[in-house]
């Protein structure tokens, strides 16, 4: 299974931030996966975003669920993340993962 995660790379504050992970090599539908996302800022350790299931459903952390959306197109075998009300703290390196697969990662910078 390979996970590939894509995204704007540099947004501005108070945007809002969609990334994709695009996967490979397995359905997001397979039992028992849970396709999370995770983030690790500069410098800090990482920190888990929220997950959607095999399932289709979803879990988000609880102190940014507020701000984040996570969905899935099964026809395109896609996971998605959105994050509104961007703040510079949320400059960090995110990742798309499942079980033992993780994505390269792609940076986000929130900056003016």
């Known amino acids: 299974v390979q996970l590939q995660e894509s995204g704007p790379g540099l947004v501005k504050p108070s945007q809002t931030l969609s990334l994709i992970c695009t996967v490979s090599?397995?359905?997001?539908?397979?039992?028992?996966?849970?396709w999370t996302w995770i983030r690790q800022p500069p410098g800090k350790g990482l920190e888990w975003i929220g997950y959607?299931?095999?399932?289709?459903?979803?879990t988000n952390n609880p102190s940014l669920k507020s701000r984040t959306s996570i969905s899935r197109d099964n026809a395109k075998n896609t996971v998605y993340l959105q994050m509104s009300s961007l703040e510079p703290e949320d400059t960090a390196v995110y990742y798309c993962?499942?079980?033992?697969?993780w994505g390269q990662g792609t940076q986000v910078t929130v900056s003016s």
């Open positions: 993962q499942a079980s033992t697969y």
């Open positions: 959607i299931a095999y399932s289709g459903s979803t």
């Open positions: 090599g397995g359905s997001i539908t397979t039992k028992d996966y849970y």
